[in-house]
Every structure is written in C-alpha cells, then in structure tokens.
C-alpha cells in the first residue's frame, strides 16, 4: 500500500503544473560571488548524488520537461537537471536549475516554491514523520542556481551541493 501510494504521490508531482506565487529565496547568495562567478557542474553533482545518497532507479527528467512540469519559462533557465524516484514512501526528487539572470531566478524560485507547498500538504495525508521531513526541504541558491531536495536524505544531498560550487 506503501509503495501505491509513493508511486501515486510522484505521479501526481510529475504531472501536476504549480501555481504562479512568487516567493524570495530563504538563503542569501554565496558571499563574495557575483552569481556569473558562481560555477556548479550540475550533471557532477546530480551523478554524486545518485551515488553517494544511494538512489535506486532514478528517474531522470530532462529540462525540457522540467520545465513543462514546474510552468516554468524555458527562456529562464540555462540549464537543468532533474531526479525522482519511485522508492519508498517519500520518493526522492532532486532539482537543480541555472537561471539565465537574476530576473529569471526570481520567477522560477517562486514556481520551485509552489511545488515545494504543495509537497508540503501532500505530505500530511502521510503520517507524521513524512510530513516533518517535508518541512525541513528548503530550495537553496548560489549564484544563479536553485536547487531543491525533496527527501528524507535531503540534508546530504544538499551538502553535496553546496560543496560542488566553484569545483
């Protein structure tokens, strides 16, 4: 029943489109970088980690379709990556997009921030521990990446990310 509704909840994130509301990043931008001297490799870290999160079967989504699923301008973004998993009761998703400027980050920061809510009230059909884990999930940015983590191994992947800046 578990995985039934997992699959059920990952279903309904892919092909759900989020709403237009617009919120500020809940973290400041890395100190002393202009977000153009801000470099991520995007498909390094995506490989970490699916391997050092141990990520079974991941589910790769390319930007395209990223951007179809999350409404957000193609225009805004320069590049993308996207993971989820169908595995266990609060399914992995892993976003990491660079926006094209400091307008374009706002406006997806807002739509990542729709999709992160409404994880959020997904999750308390759940039972109390999903619903905590989903709270803790915050959408991250360095320079004119966004990244947002959707799992209970959120705070490793996030520390993968992090450390990836300027490698």
Not at 59 to 82: Q, T
Not at 116 to 145: F, T
């Amino acid at each position: 029943m578990k995985k039934f509704l997992s699959l059920i909840l990952v279903l309904t994130v892919i092909f759900a489109f989020a709403s237009c509301t617009q919120k500020t990043p809940e973290e400041p931008s890395t100190s002393g970088k202009t977000p153009a001297q801000v470099t991520i490799d995007i498909n390094s870290v995506k490989n970490s980690i699916i391997e050092k999160a141990q990520l079974n079967d991941p589910l790769e989504i390319d930007a395209e379709r990223l951007c179809e699923l999350y409404d957000i301008d193609p225009s805004d973004v320069s590049e993308a990556v996207c993971i989820t998993t169908l595995d266990g009761t609060f399914p992995d998703e892993a976003i990491i997009i660079k926006a094209v400027n400091e307008d374009a980050k706002l406006r997806i920061t807002g739509k990542l921030s729709s999709h992160l809510d409404d994880v959020k009230v997904q999750s308390q059909n759940y039972d109390a521990e999903n619903y905590a884990l989903a709270q803790e999930c915050k959408i991250i940015e360095k320079g004119n990446y966004l990244a947002l983590f959707i799992s209970a191994k959120h705070a490793q992947m996030e520390k993968i990310f992090e450390e990836s800046v300027n490698q």
